[in-house]
């Protein structure tokens, strides 16, 4: 082989080595959800309503049989397989979440105390709004298949149980994101974002289903059950 | 360690000088200032400070640590600097150097000085490790250690990612807020409900593992109000690293009205909690097993839940 034809060679073997590197790094390790922003138009002052799902399946990911989040852009009103979400600071987010996920128990009952919501409560579709009408502040996971995954930003005391699907319902959703002919249950709560920055948000349940104790897969992966909120 | 050269003869030159005197005399005020910086001014500043007992106890342990390492580092570099400086190669002389063949005494005096000094501290790493404040570290289910009178029991939970904090003198609520007394025994019962973590109040100088399963004790008084880092000492998986929060050491009158404000508030979620235990099997909500059992569910909890440790099954 000539002099030339294995400088070509290696030449060409040095760049499919350096390009297999920025893929991987790219495209694996600084792989991130999109980030959706609720900031765009957004008026000093008002609040912001934004819309979520925990859906027990996903078709636009390479791990379809793990539990996540879609939420719906602001701009489209399409749902948005992302746990990154921009928000702007010192404003109430108004949120509505359609839980269609069933349940599973608490680890810790104490993550069954809805906490750091405007008024320290949710309300629940269907659901009496608690004993004096002004809403939901406790969970028991325990009693029932009461709680399907919670909605936590610890940095903020923010942390909302939602309730699951019953096992035995029927119209289960199997395909993700799901629709709203699919059995769900629906929450709703307000709070307050604080200053600019950026905090991990999290599910207290352990739903890595086929992982460790259930600590690992979708609860440990950004984009699925955890994220961050960038608020800004 | 080399030995000063010898004359080669009479006829050598003048007599050799007192080496080790000399060396003796540069070293002895050197370690003594050293030894007066290291106790007097830089050892206050020494972390973890003395917010606590046990932090204080850290704090006095390195002390006499480095007042005594100091002087031992300084004999090292005095004797080097003057080996360098009296004993080096001058322009034109090609000798060889002296043969040496070892200093019995000087070797003998080495080991044996530097051999008490080692096991002297390691008598008093063990006092300090086990009295009088335990350290400060977790001890096991059974410290050989305990303080009188009777402690604040402090219960630390931890779990990816967060930790809680049940006060079972109080009626056992559960918060997510450290507060503690001033002057009064702290008693940590460390454990975890998931992974290993490990629970780390850097002010207080307490740092205890949090094992599943184990309940891992460690106490401290705090003697200072004021503000605590508390971290996950333990790399437990993606949010580890924002595992920290403040905790508050703060009077009693401020720590039993906080206490007694928290109970209230928190008794409805309290109702619902499993009764206080040292540690905690989530596998053995019975009703909850009882409920998977009949419906034939999964878990997805993997070996925590499931049909499994239904009681009651055929």
């Not at chain 2, 184990?214 to 109000?225: I, L, S």
């Not at chain 2, 924002?242 to 508050?248: I, L, N, Q, V």
């Not at chain 2, 009158?253 to 008794?267: H, I, P, V, Y």
Request: hydrophobic residues 45%; proline residues 7%; contains cysteine.
């Amino acid at each position: 082989m000539s002099v030339g034809a294995r400088a070509a060679t290696l030449l060409v073997a040095f760049i499919a080595v350096a390009g297999g590197v920025v893929f991987v790094v790219i495209h694996i390790l600084l792989a991130e959800p999109a980030t959706v922003n609720f900031t765009a138009g957004h008026a000093t002052g008002r609040p912001v309503n934004m819309t979520i799902m925990t859906d027990p399946v996903n078709d636009v990911s390479n791990h379809p049989d793990w539990v996540s989040y879609f939420v719906k852009s602001p701009r489209t009103g399409k749902w948005i397989h992302s746990t990154i979400w921009q928000l702007p600071a010192d404003t109430r987010i108004n949120v509505t979440a359609y839980e269609f996920d069933s349940c599973d128990p608490l680890r810790n009952q104490f993550n069954g105390l809805v906490r750091g919501t405007v008024g320290g409560v949710m309300s629940v579709s269907g659901e009496a709004d608690g004993a004096n009408g002004n809403g939901i502040s406790v969970v028991n996971s325990d009693t029932t298949c009461g709680v399907a995954h919670t909605f936590s930003v610890p940095e903020l005391g923010l942390s909302v149980p939602f309730e699951g699907v019953l096992y035995t319902a029927k119209n289960q959703c199997t395909q993700g994101p799901c629709v709203m002919s699919d059995t769900h249950t629906l929450t709703r709560f307000s709070f307050i974002t604080p200053g600019p920055g950026d905090y991990r948000w999290q599910c207290f349940i352990p739903c890595g289903l086929a992982s460790v104790d259930g600590n690992g897969h979708a609860m440990s992966t950004i984009g699925f059950m955890t994220g961050y909120l960038d608020v800004a | 360690m080399a030995a000063a050269p010898e004359a080669a003869g009479p006829a050598a030159g003048p007599a050799e000088p007192n080496h080790g005197l000399r060396i003796l005399l540069i070293w002895l005020p050197l370690a003594l200032i050293a030894d007066l910086v290291i106790w007097f001014v830089w050892g206050p500043h020494l972390p973890p400070g003395d917010m606590s007992t046990s932090a204080a106890g850290q704090q006095f342990a390195i002390r006499v640590m480095a007042v005594m390492a100091a002087p031992v580092v300084l004999f090292v570099l005095t004797y080097s600097g003057y080996a360098m400086v009296t004993w080096r190669t001058r322009d034109g002389d090609e000798e060889d150097g002296p043969p040496i063949e070892g200093n019995t005494r000087v070797q003998v005096s080495w080991i044996a000085i530097t051999a008490v000094l080692v096991l002297s501290l390691f008598v008093f790493g063990l006092v300090e490790l086990s009295a009088p404040a335990g350290a400060g570290a977790g001890a096991g289910p059974s410290p050989l250690w305990k303080p009188g009178g009777k402690p604040l029991v402090v219960q630390v939970i931890a779990q990816q990612w967060l930790f809680t904090y049940r006060y079972p003198q109080y009626g056992g609520f559960e918060t997510t807020e450290l507060m503690l007394p001033v002057g009064q025994a702290i008693q940590f019962n460390v454990t975890s409900l998931d992974v290993i973590h490990s629970f780390w109040a850097y002010q207080l100088a307490v740092k205890a593992d949090a094992n599943p399963q184990v309940n891992n004790v460690a106490y401290t008084t705090a003697q200072h109000t004021g503000e605590v880092t508390l971290r996950c000492a333990e790399l437990c998986g993606l949010w580890h690293g924002a595992m920290f929060d403040y905790g508050h050491v703060v009077s009693v009158a401020a720590f039993q009205a906080w206490a007694q404000a928290t109970r209230a508030k928190m008794a409805k979620i309290t109702r619902t909690l499993p009764a206080y235990a040292t540690v905690y099997h989530p596998n053995e909500i019975k009703g909850l097993a009882k409920f998977y059992y009949e419906a034939g569910l999964p878990g997805a909890g993997g070996g925590y839940y499931g049909p499994q440790y239904y009681p009651n099954q055929p």
